[in-house]
């Protein structure tokens, strides 16, 4: 069946990139998102990719995507303390439902 | 951008009892909701998909007498946990979907449920 893994935790320095990764097993995925949530609240989207893409970039986020090794990783430049929260890989095939992973928890410290 | 409601935000009821989760979209119409489970540090887990006017479609492992899932209308969903254990308890999170967009798929808050 359809798997998403990330690693559980990240800690990085106020001010530097940080990276998340991600690798999923459906080899169709359509898409493949990056979803936010922040302590007590519902998930935010952050960004998304098509699976025919390499890399997106909107502002401080960069996506990049390996098909072939099916991995996913979200580059947030020049972190700020409001970027720590759990961080969720998820995709998507043919079928309607979203398949998440375990969520990377981003701290960040001064 | 759209925005998902949950009712109630948090929920404790005893075991043995039924509560219900509604969930709203505010300000479109959703073809399609979806209720999450989500365990402490861990990710979501899709329980079900549920279509106005239509029967929802249970993930394997989901008790679908256990979790009655009702989609009355194209703004409301309700989720009914009947017979409530302490294992039931848990942060369930619905979302609604306008269309097949990858981006029009909105997120509700989530409701924390403790069953004592």
């Known amino acids: 069946g359809e798997d998403v893994e990330q690693s559980l935790f990240l800690s990085v320095r106020e001010g530097d990139s940080s990276v998340i990764n991600c690798t999923y097993t459906?080899?169709?995925?359509?898409?493949l998102y990056w979803y936010k949530q922040e302590p007590g609240a519902g998930l935010q989207l952050l960004t998304y990719?098509?699976?025919?893409?390499d890399m997106k970039q909107d502002q401080r986020l960069t996506v990049l995507l390996n098909k072939k090794d099916k991995h996913l990783s979200l580059r947030i430049a020049d972190t700020q303390t409001g970027d720590s929260a759990i961080y969720f890989c998820?995709?998507?095939?043919?079928?309607?439902?979203?398949?998440f992973g375990s969520g990377t928890r981003l701290s960040i410290r001064p | 951008g759209a925005v998902v409601s949950q009712h109630p935000s948090w929920v404790i009821c005893k075991s043995g009892t039924s509560v219900k989760i509604e969930c709203r979209s505010l300000?479109?119409?959703?073809?399609?909701m979806f209720w999450y489970r989500q365990f402490p540090k861990q990710s979501l887990m899709l329980m079900a998909t549920?279509?106005?006017?239509?029967?929802?479609?249970?993930e394997q492992g989901v008790e679908k007498d256990k979790f009655l899932i009702n989609h009355a209308s194209l703004t409301l969903s309700t989720l009914t946990v009947t017979s409530a254990h302490p294992e039931d308890s848990s942060f369930y999170i619905c979302?609604?979907?306008?269309?097949?967009?990858?981006?029009?798929?909105?997120f509700g808050p989530g409701t924390r449920l403790t069953v004592t």
């Open positions: 979302s609604a979907r306008v269309s097949s967009a990858p981006d029009e798929q909105y």
């Open positions: 459906d080899s169709s995925s359509t898409y």
């Open positions: 990719i098509f699976s025919n893409m």
């Open positions: 998820a995709e998507t095939s043919g079928a309607s439902k979203i398949i």
């Open positions: 300000d479109f119409q959703a073809t399609t």
């Open positions: 549920s279509n106005e006017g239509s029967k929802a479609t249970y």
